[in-house]
Structure formats: C-alpha cells, structure tokens
C-alpha cells in the first residue's frame, strides 16, 4: 500500500520507555499506507515534553494525529498545533485543566502489582526491573521485557506534579484504547478520563504497553481516529 504523504502519525512514548517502543506500531502503520515518527521526550518536565512535542509537530507540514501512551497523554494534551486533526490515547493519563499527572494517576487505588515509586537524589523516578514483568509489560516475552528495562528513561517530578492548561482533547475528536489488563493504571482510572472526554472507547484485554505486546489493536485504534478525523488529509 503506498505511503500517505498528507498525514503523519506521531507516536510519544511515555515514562521508563523511548521511541523504541513504538516499533511494531510503526511498522503496522506503515503497512496500512501510513507514515509515523516517534517524538522523543525528554522526560524532565511536562512544560519541556509539551515544547519538544510541539517543536515535533511544527516540522509536520501537513495533517497530524497524536498518540500518546501512558504519561504522554498529558503531553499531546498540551500540544498546540493547528494541524492536529485527533488524539489517541493508549492507556494514557488525561489530566483536564488546574490538574497534575498525579492527580489523574490517583484517581483510583493503584493495582496490588504497581510498583512503589520515589525518586531518588537527583529527582528522577525509575522503574525497578521487576516491575516490566508484573506491571508494565506482563504479557510481553522476557526478551521483550529485558530491552524495556535496559532501554528504560527515569521520569523526572516535575513531569507529573506540574498542573495543564486547558487540555487539547477539549477541542479534537478522541479515542482511547483501555487496557483492561493494566497493572500501572487502573482501568477504573482510564474508564473515568476516557468518559470525561467523550472519547470513542475501545476496551481490550491488553495490559499496560499494547505497543509492545498487543500492536494490531493499537494500529487499528490510529486507523479509526484516521479514517473519522483525517479521512481526506
């Protein structure tokens, strides 16, 4: 199938990963006639992620539609592009405006296999290896997990402690793909953020990283958002 010149996907990893997670999605899309870039966040602050985004999507000249997974959600929230034509979160957190990442995160009692999080001297929050296999990627082979723990980016506290301005989901078509499976968020959490925004919901059996373990959905999730949102772009 040939390659759609006049709309480009762009994937935004979330905490304790990089674009790396994002390559079987890449390679479904691109299958289905569709270009991709994965952004690269920088991890230190929600205000740096959303400036590193948008400096993504200025170099776009023509439509865009953001996915955003986990953490990431807050980021494509704050992007500003007038070429964003939808968003679609992938089991991500949605904070609406006066509120934080860890606000949202919280909003119900983490699952009894969430690891337990501090940062350490220097801000940053990692992910302990053990946790790839019980709560962020639990379905994935160990070989996967293996690579999502030597590939891991600690997330600094200003990331989810900074409050949003008003969020870009109030304005643009949305999906969310809910892990219903997701040890990291709970899918009580992202059933109430997906409700709140009058997202389209597709709910499947998937745990925390679908880019990974279950991409097809993840892939199909985008060619909906593609077909309602950019069908003509």
């Not at 996967?144 to 949003?164: D, H, N």
């Not at 679908?210 to 772009?233: F, K």
């Amino acid at each position: 199938m040939s390659i759609r010149d006049d709309l480009t996907i762009i994937l935004v990893h979330g905490a304790w990963a990089d674009g790396s997670s994002w390559g079987k999605v890449v390679l479904g899309l691109r299958a289905a006639g569709l270009k991709s870039v994965a952004a690269p966040l920088l991890l230190t602050s929600l205000t740096d992620d959303v400036a590193a985004l948008d400096r993504i999507i200025e170099r776009i000249a023509g439509a865009v539609i953001l996915v955003g997974h986990a953490y990431a959600g807050a980021a494509i929230g704050g992007a500003r592009g007038e070429n964003v034509k939808a968003l679609v979160y992938v089991t991500a957190l949605a904070p609406d405006e006066g509120e934080t990442v860890a606000d949202v995160f919280y909003h119900a009692e983490p699952h009894p296999k969430a690891p337990k999080l501090a940062p350490d001297a220097h801000g940053l929050i990692w992910l302990p290896q053990e946790a790839f296999a019980a709560a962020f990627a639990p379905h994935a082979s160990a070989e996967e997990q293996a690579v999502l723990f030597a590939v891991q980016r600690p997330i600094a506290v200003p990331c989810i402690s900074t409050k949003v301005a008003p969020p870009l989901w109030k304005s643009r078509p949305t999906w969310f793909l809910l892990a219903e499976a997701d040890h990291m968020i709970v899918a009580a959490t992202q059933r109430f953020m997906a409700e709140r925004m009058k997202a389209e919901i597709r709910s499947h059996a998937v745990d925390h990283t679908p880019s990974v373990t279950a991409p097809q959905l993840v892939v199909n999730t985008i060619l909906e958002a593609v077909r309602a949102a950019a069908p003509g772009h």
